[in-house]
């Protein structure tokens, strides 16, 4: 474990690691390493206090296990999705410092407003990870407009608009780490998911593509590709197999268990560990992690 800065808090050189790291947390001063990868990601330099996060689609699923993770590393962590209690519910389980901000990513302004706030309180954003994301299940001809532009402006423009705000200010400080939440969906696809499979295969190219042109700034910006995980948006998946099927929800549950290699979803947990991994290393740029116990092997 390493200590990067102690700020006021004087901390004796035969601390524990474990008293350490309550003592840096209840300070709230975001500046210790928990592993040796971590301390590749580049220290804040001009004495900023915080090393500060945003997370999209926080207030529940991954996005919560996420910004709990981002908050036991030491991250201030902004929180931000459109039901204001399920933020606060995530604020609560966080162990360091976090900012609510209730907002549609969709909306006109929304990710400037967001953004704004977050660097006006605390400074510019070091690890952004763009999790908001919504799914829906339809054959081909059935799939609406509407449907489809839902998909797109949610899995793809939201990151895409997060992610051209982020930029500037990461390059500028010469330090910083995008994750999306995509999905196997990037790489393969499946049936009578068109529209989100589209719109996640979408948000790989951006990542990709933005990678590849910001590879000597420091900043780095991967996607993790979960197959189905433990959360709200698989609850609804089951529920809609059970109303389309007639089968029980036991049933409909197997089904996507059995989809994996593992026959178990993967937890939310293990996606908020793979988006840590992205963030603690500073070598693996531009690529798609799947997070599926090997059901996509490539
Ligand atoms: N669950 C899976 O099996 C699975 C698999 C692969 C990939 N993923 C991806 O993982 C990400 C998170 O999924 P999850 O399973 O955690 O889903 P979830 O439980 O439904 O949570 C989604 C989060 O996104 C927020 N969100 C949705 N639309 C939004 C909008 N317009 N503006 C702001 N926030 C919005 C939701 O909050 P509000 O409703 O309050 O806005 C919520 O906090 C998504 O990108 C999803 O595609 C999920």
Redesign the pocket.
Known sequence: MRVARATAIAIPQDTSSQVLQRVVRVGCVATYRSDDTAAAMPRPSGGRARRVALV????????RAVARRLSSEGYAVAL????EG?LRETAELCSGPTLVHA????AAGAVDEVFGRVESEWGPVEVLVA?????VSARLERTSDEDWQRMLD??LTAPFRCIRRAVPRMVETGRGRIVV?????AKIGEPYIAAYTAS?HGVLGLVRSAAAELARTGVTVNAVC????D????DASIAGIVAKTGRTEQQARAILENKQPTGRLVS?EAVAEAVWFCVATDTVNGQGINVDGGAVQS
């Open positions: 999209t689609g926080a207030g529940r699923g991954i996005g931000t999705a459109r039901h399920q907002a549609d990513i969709t999790n908001a994301g919504v799914g949610v899995n939440v995509a999905s196997v969906a996640k979960p197959a189905y995980v959360t709200p948006m698989t939310a």
